[in-house]
């Protein structure tokens, strides 16, 4: 599954996997300090797929979306929802796909010690999987 959805993406054939295999595509999501660890994001999610998923004759969609590699708290929040790093096929080792350079590296999410050490690298895992509301 995650290959025919992943591997128009890494190509930018957008248009052709939206008709091929819908999917759900999570862009940002941040939640303030102050309000994290209290299910804010995981309800957000939830949301979102239950206003998306209308019709329960269908399966849901899988969810993607792609992480700084050296976001490590982020990477979790989305495995416990079920999401998994992309693994490509096509590498007999089995490695964690990186997409390199998608991030321009704001200034702004590096200008503090913290911040940096989400937003440091300017490389992504792509993360994929069915995620229940
Ligand atoms: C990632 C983020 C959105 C999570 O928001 P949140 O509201 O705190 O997440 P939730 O409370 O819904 O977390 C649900 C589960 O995810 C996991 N999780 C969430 N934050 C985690 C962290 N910092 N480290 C490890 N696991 C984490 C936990 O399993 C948690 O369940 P638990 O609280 O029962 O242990 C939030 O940390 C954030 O805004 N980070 C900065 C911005 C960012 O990195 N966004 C993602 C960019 S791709």
Same mark, same amino acid.
């Given at each position: +599954?995650? %290959?025919?959805i992943? @591997?128009? #993406?890494?190509?930018? %054939?957008?248009?052709?996997?939206?008709k091929? !295999?819908? !999917?759900?595509? #999570?862009?940002t999501?941040?939640?303030?300090p102050?309000?994290?660890h209290?299910? #804010?994001?995981? @309800?957000?999610v939830?949301q979102?797929? *239950?206003?998306? !998923?209308?019709? $329960?004759?269908v399966? /849901?969609p899988? /969810?993607? *979306? !792609? /992480?700084? &590699?050296s976001?490590s $708290?982020? @990477?979790?929040?989305?495995e416990?929802?079920? +999401?998994? $790093?992309?693994?490509?096929?096509w590498? $007999?080792?089995?490695?964690?796909?990186?997409?390199?350079n998608?991030y321009?590296?704001?200034a702004?999410?590096?200008? &503090?010690?913290?911040?940096?050490?989400?937003?440091?690298s @300017? %490389?992504a895992?792509?993360?994929?999987?069915r995620? *229940?509301?």
């Open positions: +599954m995650s %290959d025919f992943v @591997r128009p #993406l890494v190509s930018a %054939d957008v248009d052709n996997i939206k091929l !295999h819908p !999917h759900i595509q #999570l862009l999501l941040g939640v303030l102050e309000y994290q209290q299910g #804010l994001a995981k @309800r957000l939830g979102v797929i *239950t206003s998306l !998923h209308k019709d $329960p004759s399966p /849901v899988p /969810v993607y *979306t !792609h /992480v700084c &590699t976001n $708290p982020a @990477r979790a929040f989305y416990q929802l079920g +999401m998994k $790093p992309f693994s490509p096929a590498d $007999p080792a089995g490695a964690p796909y990186v997409a390199k998608i321009p590296g704001y702004a999410l590096q200008s &503090t010690v913290e911040s940096k050490k989400l937003f440091g @300017r %490389d895992y792509i993360l994929v999987g995620v *229940t509301a």
